[in-house]
């Protein structure tokens, strides 16, 4: 079990979230602690399965996906065999950035970034449309984005 966050583990997480590339020194200055217990404490969170990974966060639309699309999935049946089929080969759409189970009238989100309206249609007719178990499909262009932050509150 997971050891129980103080304010120091906390400032910790605040601040690797912010800028994951922050030197340990830097880090340990910030938080009011010697590098070495610093990174003692990184590790430990590491550990604990606070801290999955570390990336970098590229620009969509210098890498030609600047388009966000999210599509609402319907299966045809609700069967724990349909649903693996479905989740297996979500995962290799392209471009398929998140894949989500719901509650309500779909039951699934997904999120795909893609080039502009001619590869999402592409994609549309050659992947999403083949689908194993899709009953229906609801795609929604994202004209906006007003906010996104993969920073959890703490």
Known sequence: MPHTLDRIDRAILRLLQRD?????????GKVNLSPPACLRRVERLKEGAYIRGIVALLEPKALDAGM????????????PESFAAFEAAAQKVQGCVECHVV??????FMLVRTKDNDSFNRLHAGQLLLLPGVRQIRSFIVLKQVMSTTQIPL
């Open 20 to 28: 994951a590339s922050i030197s340990n020194v830097a880090l340990a």
């Open 68 to 79: 966000l699309v999210m599509i609402a999935v319907v299966l045809d049946r609700s069967t």
């Open 103 to 108: 509650t309500g009238e779909f039951d699934y």
